[in-house]
């Protein structure tokens, strides 16, 4: 998973502005964050010992900082499963690499003791993060009595470009959840400061402009978010409604048409919301048979959609 890709939501809630202005608070209340490398398949570990010492990767997690921790500190929540057979007793120990450092910068103070056999554990280590290491590796090693390492697992490296600012999202997301969508603009804007890279911070500050009313801006944030997130396809959807509301129906359908093209083989939510703003899109630009092809989708994916009766009569009259 991209370390940049902070907690998303479709940019549409709703029908026509008031439908894009009420909150969706599902997706906000996930208070850990997998990074990169965070699973099995994106781990590297050596290969079976042949006495079959072995060490895997389970799940690398970090608690997201409170809006009062220092902006500056990660705690990184590793668990690994062992299995430990060339020796009665053993120990595991997780240490940190910086960029593409040879030497490890940081190690969990004392070796975890093991006996042989397989099991589970899960391993802390707290960094405080510096301007010049943009990447940071995590190895934990199982060892023999005699301090030799007889099994590994490493994540691959872990961006921390979108860290610096993470703070001042996570004081965003607490004003959006409160409606107070100045004060979430004020502090997506702290982090874009602090993380002028990490393209979610656009596409949550485009979103929050547009409960603002503040479309241009929001189109202004969503093309950015769009250029460091190409394939993003809630950005587009954002952009996409933005452009309806200041007019630009044509370049709506655009940028909606993106997003559906790219829907995976099962529709989700995005493509539920692309499809109808689409529909009002072309709608606004008398494209009759379009906006009746695009409402229909809209409520093949979402059949208990809440606003099923308002878009049927919408069907109705275009019909």
């Known amino acids: 998973m991209n370390t940049q890709q902070l907690p998303r939501r479709p940019a549409l809630a709703g029908t026509g502005k008031r439908f894009l202005k009420d909150p969706l608070?599902?997706?906000?209340?996930?208070?850990?964050?997998?990074?990169?490398g965070a699973t099995p398949a994106?781990?590297?570990?050596?290969?079976?010992?042949?006495?079959?010492?072995?060490?895997?990767?389970?799940?690398?997690?970090?608690?997201?900082?409170?809006?009062?921790?220092?902006?500056?500190?990660?705690?990184?929540?590793?668990t690994v499963n062992y299995r430990l057979q060339s020796a009665e007793t053993g120990?595991?120990?997780?240490f940190l690499f910086?960029?593409?450092?040879?030497?490890?910068?940081?190690?969990?103070?004392?070796?975890?003791?093991?006996?042989?056999?397989?099991?589970?554990?899960?391993?802390?280590?707290?960094?405080?993060?510096?301007?010049?290491?943009?990447?940071?590796?995590?190895?934990?090693g199982l060892?023999?009595?005699?301090?030799?390492?007889?099994?590994?697992?490493?994540?691959?490296?872990?961006?921390?470009?979108?860290?610096?600012?993470?703070?001042?999202?996570?004081?965003a997301m607490a004003a959006r959840l409160d409606s107070n969508y100045v004060l979430a603009d004020?502090?997506?804007?702290?982090?874009?400061?602090?993380?002028?890279?990490?393209?979610?911070?656009?596409?949550?500050?485009?979103?929050?402009r547009v409960r603002l009313d503040?479309?241009?801006?929001?189109v202004t944030d969503f093309s950015r978010a769009i250029e460091l997130m190409p394939k993003d396809r809630a950005s587009w959807v954002g952009r996409g409604v933005s452009r309806l509301w200041?007019?630009?129906?044509?370049?709506?359908?655009?940028?909606?048409?993106?997003?559906?093209?790219?829907?995976?083989?099962?529709?989700?939510?995005i493509t539920a919301w692309a499809y109808r703003a689409r529909g009002l899109a072309r709608a606004s630009l008398g494209q009759t048979d379009g906006a009746v092809a695009d409402y229909t989708a809209y409520l093949s994916i979402s059949p208990a959609a809440k606003d099923r009766a308002q878009i049927e009569a919408w069907i109705a009259d275009l019909t």
């Open 25 to 36: 608070r599902g997706l906000l209340g996930a208070m850990l964050l997998v990074l990169a």
């Open 91 to 94: 120990f595991v120990l997780l």
């Open 214 to 218: 503040e479309y241009d801006a929001a």
């Open 246 to 269: 200041v007019g630009d129906a044509q370049g709506a359908i655009d940028d909606l048409s993106v997003s559906i093209d790219a829907t995976p083989p099962t529709p989700d939510e």
């Open 186 to 208: 004020d502090e997506l804007s702290a982090a874009i400061q602090d993380a002028p890279q990490t393209g979610n911070y656009y596409y949550w500050r485009g979103d929050t």
């Open 143 to 171: 060892f023999k009595s005699e301090q030799k390492m007889v099994a590994w697992v490493s994540t691959n490296p872990i961006d921390m470009g979108p860290w610096p600012g993470r703070v001042a999202f996570e004081k």
């Open 98 to 140: 910086e960029n593409s450092a040879s030497d490890s910068t940081q190690q969990t103070g004392n070796g975890i003791p093991v006996a042989r056999g397989s099991g589970q554990m899960v391993l802390d280590i707290d960094y405080t993060l510096k301007p010049d290491v943009h990447s940071l590796t995590l190895v934990a």
């Open 42 to 78: 994106a781990a590297q570990s050596q290969p079976p010992a042949p006495a079959s010492d072995r060490m895997d990767l389970v799940g690398l997690t970090t608690l997201q900082p409170t809006p009062d921790s220092p902006p500056s500190q990660v705690r990184f929540h590793t």
